[in-house]
C-alpha cells in the first residue's frame, strides 16, 4: 500500500502564498496520478489539481474555483507533488488532502481516487 504524507500547510494572510507537497512511500505502485483535493467541514469535497502521466509531459487539471491561482507538478522520481497557490483568499480555508493512483486519467472521470493523506490544514485570514 502507498503512503502519502502531505505538508506545508499553516497559515497565511489573504493574498499571500502557499507551497504543499505530498511525499508517497516507494516500492508500492507507480504512482502514474497524484491528486489534491480540499474540504471544508459540514461542506462537499472540492476537486483541487491532479497531474497525470501523458508520455514527455504531464497532463494537469484544475479545478475552476483555482484555476490560473494554483499550479500543481512532480518530482523527478514521480513520488512527490506539489501544489503552488498563489493569491489565497479565505475561501482557499480547508483541510487539503493528497491522493494517488496507478491509473492515470482526467479528474472528471475518476470515482476512486486511490490513495489518501492524512491531510494538511490551510488557513488564510482576511
Known amino acids: 500500500q502507498v503512503h502519502l504524507v502531505e505538508s506545508g500547510g499553516g497559515s497565511v494572510q489573504a493574498g499571500g502564498s502557499l507551497r504543499l507537497s505530498c511525499v508517497a512511500s516507494e516500492g508500492t505502485i507507480d504512482t502514474n496520478f497524484m491528486g489534491w483535493l480540499r474540504q471544508v467541514p459540514g461542506k462537499e469535497r472540492e476537486f483541487v489539481a491532479s497531474?497525470?502521466?501523458?508520455?514527455?509531459?504531464?497532463?494537469?487539471y484544475y479545478g475552476d474555483t483555482v484555476k490560473g491561482r494554483v499550479t500543481i507538478s512532480r518530482d523527478g522520481d514521480d513520488n512527490t507533488a506539489f501544489l503552488q497557490m498563489t493569491g489565497m483568499t479565505p475561501v482557499d480555508t480547508a483541510v487539503y488532502y493528497c491522493t494517488a493512483d496507478y491509473f492515470g486519467g482526467p479528474p472528471y472521470l475518476r470515482t476512486n481516487w486511490g490513495y489518501w493523506g492524512q491531510g494538511t490544514q490551510v488557513t488564510v485570514s482576511s
Open positions: 497531474s497525470s502521466r501523458g508520455g514527455l509531459r504531464p497532463i494537469l
